[in-house]
């Protein structure tokens, strides 16, 4: 699913509690014409940065996460706007205790893992290439010699 899909899916869900009444209201509260949200709707355009902030700060349950990166839930829970739920992907319905930070640090830490081990393999690759570049100049020496002695 892609951003602007679970765009809408984060405004279906403001209207399911009241806070606005249709894309109309939306377009006046976020300064925009409707025909820039029919455009997002109708995949003609992205969602622009500028208009995510404005969505955040009229509406703070909104949650980003999930719709830039599909984590979550559409909506946080009253209690603690800060608090997010994380999904293992857009597909999967079982939601993880870790928060959003923790996940991302785990990510950035198995990837700088991956990245070291091939930096090692690349290592190791550059020294057999050096080894057999070395050992073809040796060949060619004593070829060479025994060219000259015969």
């Known amino acids: 699913m892609e951003a602007n899909e679970r765009l809408f899916e984060v405004i279906n869900e403001l209207k399911g509690t009241a ?24 995949g003609r355009k992205k969602i622009s940065l500028e208009f995510l902030g404005r ?4 509406y703070p349950r909104i949650n980003l996460d999930y719709i830039v990166l599909g984590l979550g839930t559409p909506l946080l829970r009253d209690d603690s706007t800060q608090s997010t739920d994380i999904k293992a992907s857009s597909n999967t319905t079982t939601a993880h205790p870790e928060t959003l930070t923790t ?16 930096k090692n ?16 100049s040796a060949t060619d020496a004593t070829s060479e010699a025994s ?3 015969g």
């Open 19 to 42: 806070l606005i009444s249709d894309y109309k209201t939306l377009a006046v509260d976020m300064s925009v014409h409707k025909s820039y949200i029919s455009d997002i709707k109708a």
């Open 103 to 118: 996940y991302l640090v785990d990510t950035i830490a198995t990837q700088a893992e991956e990245i070291g081990a091939l």
């Open 147 to 149: 060219v000259l002695v």
């Open 55 to 58: 969505m955040k700060n009229r």
């Open 121 to 136: 393999e690349i290592d190791n690759l550059k020294s057999k290439l050096q080894e057999r570049t070395q050992g073809n």
